[in-house]
C-alpha cells in the first residue's frame, strides 16, 4: 500500500486545515461545508481512489504493453491527435493480438485483436455495452435510439427499420443510386470539358460526402435535403469542426471518468449538439411531410413511423449521420488507392468496360453485386473493405466480471494462458483498420498492402478465416450492433465506383503528388489530409481526367 503514501501526505494536512478553521465559523456554515466535503466524497473522491486501486492492483494484472507516454492523458492522446494507420499495428508487432494500454492516470485498457475474443465481446452486447460516457455522448447528439440503448430496447428498435436494409429492399432503390451516380458523373464531365487538357483537380472527399448524403436521403426517406436545408455542400459546412485537439481530448478523459458532467455545457458535447440541431431540421421535415402529411413514401418511412415522433426523429438523425459518413470515406479512400496503383485501375476499368459492353449500357445491379460475374471488382471492393474501412476500432466496457475466451495463448505472469478475466468498468479496445482487418498475424507479411488479388489467389490465410465475421473482416461490425444499413453501403459503394472508373481517370493531384495523404481520425471516422496542411481539415484532392 505504500502507494497511498503521497496522496495522504496532501489529504491529512489539508484535514487538519480544515479543522482549524471549524473554530471561526458559524455552525451552520460548517455543517454547509461537510455537507458539501461528504457529496463531492461520494460522488467523486471515492469512486476515483476505487478506481486507482483497480487499475492499479486489480485490471489487466501480468498483462504486456507500451509504457504509457503520460501520467494525464496516457496513450489516448497519440490514438486521437496522430495519424491512425498504424499505431496499433505496430504495438501488435511487439506485443502479440492482446496487450494493454493506457488512459488517463494509469487506467488499463485492454486491447482486442483475437478473433474468438472480440467475437465473443461483440456478441455479447449486455456484458459488454458502450461505455456510459459515450452513450452520454452519443445521447446529446441523436437522443437516444439505435446508438444508445442495449439488449431488447436496441432490438425492439432496430427491427423495424431491418426490413428497410435488406437485400431484396435495396435492390428496390438501387434504380435511384444508379440515376444519382448518372448525375455526378454527368456534372465532373461538364466541368472537365470546359478544361483545355479535360483533366482537373477536385477534392474528391467533399464531392463524394455530398454524393452519399443525397443518396441516402432520397432512396431512405424519398426525400432531398436541398429542399429544406439548401445546397448539402452548405449543410456539410455547418457539421464541420468534429476535429479534436489536447484539451477535447482531455475533457473527454474526464468525461470518461466522470460521465455525469456530461451534462455540463462543454465542447465535446456542443459538438454533437450542434449536429443534432442541423440535422434534426431535416428529420423534423422529413416526419411531418413524410409520414404525418403522407406526401412521400419509403420502406424505412414505414418502419420509423410505427414508433413514437420523438424516438423517430432521433432514428432519422443518427441514419442520415451514419448512412453518409462510412461510405463517402470508403469510396473516397479507394479513388485514392486506385490513382496510387494505376495497374490496379487499369485492370478494374478493363473488366467493367468489356463487361458493359456486353450488357449494351449500365452494367445491371445484379452483376454489380454478383461474386462471380465481375471477379477482379469484387476484390477490389472486397480489399477496400479490409485495408480502408472508416471507423479505426470499436470499444465496449465490461458491465460485470467475466472471462473472454482466446483464439490464441497469450503469456500473463509468466504462464500461457487462453482466455484473460475482466472486471466491471474494463474498458476494451478492438481496433479494425490497423488492426484485425490488417494483422500480420491473421493476415500475414502483406496484410497491410492493398492487393486484391489476395481474394482470387487460392484461399486465404487460415488465420483469417479464423476471424468469425461475415466477409471476415470488422468493418461493419459484428453481433447485434452489425451495421444495419450494410447491404445499403455495399450497393452505394459498387454502383458509385463501378459508374465513376469507367468515365474517368484518377491521378495523384499534380499540386500535392509530392505530398503524403494522412489519416486522422475526425469524430468517429479516419478522413484523408493532406501531410504538412492539416490544419486545413479534410480534404482528398486528386486529379481526374475525362475518358
Same mark, same amino acid.
Given at each position: 500500500m505504500y502507494r497511498a503514501a503521497p496522496y495522504a501526505a496532501v489529504v491529512l494536512p489539508v484535514l487538519g486545515l480544515q479543522l482549524w478553521l471549524t473554530r471561526l465559523e458559524s455552525p451552520?456554515?460548517?455543517?454547509?461545508?461537510?455537507? &458539501?466535503? /461528504?457529496?463531492?466524497?461520494?460522488?467523486?473522491t471515492f469512486p476515483m481512489i476505487s478506481a486507482l486501486y483497480r487499475w492499479n492492483f486489480v485490471m489487466l494484472?501480468?498483462?504486456?504493453?507500451?509504457? $504509457?507516454?503520460?501520467?494525464?492523458?496516457?496513450?489516448?492522446?497519440?490514438?486521437?491527435?496522430?495519424e491512425c494507420d498504424s499505431l496499433y499495428y505496430e504495438w501488435e508487432k511487439q506485443y502479440g493480438l492482446v496487450y494493454r494500454i493506457e488512459s488517463s492516470f494509469k487506467e488499463p485498457v485492454l486491447v482486442l485483436t483475437d478473433p474468438?475474443?472480440?467475437?465473443?465481446?461483440?456478441?455479447?452486447?449486455?456484458? !459488454?455495452?458502450?461505455?456510459?460516457? #459515450?452513450?452520454? =455522448?452519443?445521447?446529446?447528439?441523436?437522443?437516444?435510439?439505435?446508438?444508445?440503448?442495449?439488449?431488447?430496447?436496441? @432490438?425492439? %428498435?432496430?427491427?423495424?427499420?431491418?426490413?428497410?436494409? #435488406?437485400?431484396?429492399? =435495396? %435492390?428496390?432503390?438501387?434504380?435511384t443510386l444508379y440515376d444519382l451516380a448518372d448525375q455526378i458523373r454527368d456534372g465532373w464531365k461538364a466541368e472537365l470539358q470546359a478544361l483545355p487538357s479535360r483533366r482537373g483537380t477536385f477534392d474528391v472527399s467533399r464531392r463524394i460526402q455530398v454524393l452519399t448524403t443525397d443518396a441516402f436521403s432520397r432512396t431512405g426517406f424519398a426525400y432531398s435535403i436541398a429542399d429544406s436545408?439548401?445546397?448539402?455542400?452548405?449543410?456539410?459546412?455547418?457539421?464541420?469542426?468534429?476535429?479534436?485537439?489536447?484539451? &477535447?481530448?482531455?475533457? %473527454?478523459?474526464?468525461?470518461?471518468? /466522470?460521465?455525469?458532467?456530461?451534462?455540463?455545457?462543454?465542447p465535446v458535447t456542443k459538438k454533437w449538439r450542434r449536429l443534432r440541431i442541423e440535422l434534426g431540421k431535416i428529420a423534423d421535415e422529413v416526419w411531418d411531410k413524410g409520414i404525418t402529411e403522407k406526401k412521400f413514401h419509403s420502406k424505412l418511412l414505414d418502419g420509423i413511423g410505427k414508433q413514437d415522433r420523438d424516438l423517430a426523429i432521433s432514428h432519422i438523425v443518427a441514419l442520415l449521420y451514419a448512412g453518409s459518413e462510412t461510405t463517402a470515406n470508403i469510396i473516397t479512400e479507394t479513388l485514392h488507392k486506385l490513382a496510387l496503383f494505376p495497374k490496379i485501375q487499369e485492370k478494374l476499368r478493363a473488366e467493367l468496360a468489356s463487361f458493359s459492353e456486353k450488357c449494351g449500357g449500365a452494367i445491371p445491379y445484379e452483376d454489380?453485386?454478383?461474386?462471380?460475374?465481375?471477379?477482379?471488382?469484387?476484390?477490389?471492393?472486397?480489399?477496400?473493405? @479490409?485495408?480502408? &474501412? $472508416?471507423?479505426?476500432?470499436? $470499444?465496449?466496457q465490461a458491465r460485470e466480471e467475466d472471462v473472454i475466451p482466446l483464439e490464441y495463448p497469450i503469456t500473463m505472469d509468466g504462464k500461457s494462458v487462453t482466455e484473460i478475466r475482466v472486471y466491471p468498468g474494463q474498458t476494451i479496445h478492438m481496433p479494425t483498420r490497423d488492426g484485425v482487418n490488417t494483422s500480420p498475424r491473421l493476415w500475414g507479411p502483406t496484410a497491410k498492402q492493398f492487393i486484391p488479388e489476395r481474394w482470387l489467389d487460392g484461399p486465404l490465410p487460415e488465420d483469417a478465416l479464423n476471424i468469425r465475421i461475415p466477409g471476415h473482416v470488422l468493418s461493419f461490425?459484428?453481433?447485434?450492433?452489425?451495421?444495419?444499413?450494410? !447491404?445499403?453501403?455495399?450497393?452505394e459503394f459498387k454502383i458509385f465506383v463501378a459508374t465513376l472508373v469507367q468515365h474517368f481517370e484518377f491521378g495523384l493531384s499534380p499540386k500535392d503528388g509530392e505530398k503524403e495523404i494522412v489519416f486522422h481520425l475526425t469524430g468517429p471516422t479516419a478522413k484523408a489530409r493532406v501531410k504538412g496542411r492539416e490544419d486545413e481539415g479534410a480534404q482528398l484532392p486528386l486529379s481526374v481526367k475525362m475518358l
Open positions: 451552520l456554515a460548517i455543517y454547509l461545508r461537510y455537507a &458539501t466535503y /461528504l457529496a463531492v466524497f461520494c460522488r467523486v494484472k501480468g498483462l504486456a504493453g507500451p509504457k $504509457s507516454p503520460s501520467l494525464i492523458y496516457g496513450h489516448m492522446a497519440n490514438f486521437y491527435l496522430n474468438k475474443g472480440l467475437s465473443y465481446v461483440l456478441n455479447n452486447d449486455l456484458k !459488454f455495452p458502450r461505455s456510459e460516457a #459515450t452513450k452520454q =455522448v452519443l445521447q446529446a447528439a441523436f437522443s437516444g435510439g439505435l446508438f444508445v440503448n442495449d439488449g431488447e430496447e436496441h @432490438r425492439r %428498435q432496430r427491427k423495424p427499420i431491418n426490413s428497410a436494409f #435488406t437485400g431484396l429492399a =435495396v %435492390q428496390e432503390l438501387s434504380d436545408s439548401g445546397p448539402i455542400a452548405d449543410l456539410l459546412d455547418r457539421l464541420r469542426g468534429l476535429e479534436d485537439n489536447h484539451f &477535447t481530448v482531455l475533457l %473527454q478523459l474526464i468525461l470518461n471518468k /466522470l460521465p455525469f458532467l456530461v451534462n455540463i455545457p462543454n454489380l453485386m454478383s461474386l462471380t460475374s465481375l471477379p477482379y471488382f469484387d476484390a477490389v471492393v472486397k480489399e477496400a473493405l @479490409r485495408v480502408l &474501412t $472508416s471507423v479505426p476500432q470499436l $470499444s465496449r461490425g459484428d453481433g447485434p450492433k452489425i451495421c444495419v444499413g450494410r !447491404f445499403f453501403a455495399l450497393a
